[in-house]
């Protein structure tokens, strides 16, 4: 089983159950999620292995608003750009 934590930086920190959070992330306030986690990804699985811990940012980016919206650089849409590629 894991711990998994989030600090109000939209941080994920994951460890193996009950393990200590590591010092390098010390400095942070995390907060323990209530909910117990059996499984996560192969990815985690191997780093907490590997590192005893995995830490991802969970902070929206202009990139990844920009994969789920269908927005690209400069606020134009898929569509918009393609419409103009069309017209040249």
Not at 3 to 19: A, E, F, I, M
Not at 33 to 38: A, I, Q
């Amino acid at each position: 089983m894991f711990d998994v934590y989030r600090n109000d930086k939209r941080d994920l920190l994951v460890l193996n159950t009950g393990s200590g959070v590591p010092v390098l992330y010390s400095a942070h306030k995390w907060r323990k999620s209530r909910k117990r986690v059996l499984k996560v990804s192969d990815e985690i699985k191997s780093a907490v292995q590997a590192q005893g811990y995995y830490v991802r940012s969970l902070r929206v980016t202009k990139e990844r608003m920009a994969r789920y919206t269908g927005a690209v650089k400069d606020g134009q849409t898929t569509e918009s750009m393609c419409s103009t590629a069309m017209a040249v």
